[in-house]
Nanobody, 124 residues
């Protein structure tokens, strides 16, 4: 089992910045990839950025050059630095983690974990 808790959301004007954090606990040694997703009312949840255990990253085209995803494996924490925010970035942002393989990780393999989300609101 892996538990995820997001923090850092809030209200910001367009052009401003926010830094989201996600604290992981439980069987953190079993985590493979992690990511940030977002969901606006009435819309599907979409991938914002993903990161592997070795810090290889990928981003949605809409956030490339503005957002940076990082992870601190020693502290079991995921971050999303968001710069040059736009009103269309407004959404609930969710932390995600995948339960990978490895010694002691057979139980729960393939499970996707989610935090409860943190709201980011960007005003015009």
């Amino acid at each position: 089992q892996v538990h995820l808790v997001e923090s850092g959301g809030g209200l910001v004007q367009a052009g401003g910045s926010l830094r989201l954090s996600c604290a992981a606990s439980g069987e953190t040694f079993c985590i493979s990839t992690m990511g940030w997703y977002r969901q606006a009312p009435g819309k599907e949840r979409e991938l914002v950025a993903g990161i592997t255990k070795t810090s290889s990253t990928n981003y949605a085209d809409s956030v490339k050059g503005r957002f940076t995803i990082t992870r601190d494996n020693a502290e079991n924490t995921l971050y999303l630095q968001m710069n040059s925010l736009k009103p269309e970035d407004t959404a609930v942002y969710y932390c995600n983690a995948e339960h990978g393989s490895g010694w002691g990780c057979a139980t729960g393999y393939g499970t996707t974990y989610w935090g409860k989300g943190t709201l980011v609101t960007v005003s015009p």
